[in-house]
Nanobody, 124 residues
């Protein structure tokens, strides 16, 4: 069974840094895009950053210049380095992988999988 597990959330003061990681496990053939999304209380889930299999990156306007996404294909992981954090960055952060795998007895291609989320709180 394909699973995504995030780590690295927590409480940080404004201006501080955190690093999130997400690892995928299971019978994975290939990972296409990887990304991070977030959802703040009362708001819709939004894209934070994503990265293609070729390493092309895309960032939400509110995090450009502060956050950096990276991937380790050998370890099936994606990371998000978050610097200069602001209170408005407070949210639950979710990773999403688009991948090809063998899951629950079936081969799936171009399927989106989500992690359960990790809470990031930016507060003094």
């Amino acid at each position: 069974q394909v699973q995504l597990v995030e780590s690295g959330g927590g409480l940080v003061q404004p201006g501080g840094s955190l690093r999130l990681s997400c690892a995928a496990s299971g019978r994975i053939f290939s990972i296409n895009a990887m990304g991070w999304y977030r959802q703040a209380p009362g708001k819709e889930r939004e894209l934070v950053a994503d990265i293609t299999s070729g390493g092309n990156t895309n960032y939400g306007d509110s995090v450009k210049g502060r956050f950096t996404i990276s991937r380790d294909n050998a370890k099936n992981t994606v990371s998000l380095q978050m610097n200069s954090l602001k209170p408005e960055d407070t949210a639950v952060y979710y990773c999403k992988f688009n991948l090809d795998a063998r899951d629950r007895g079936a081969s799936v291609y171009g399927m989106d999988y989500w992690g359960k989320g990790t809470l990031v709180t930016v507060s003094s």
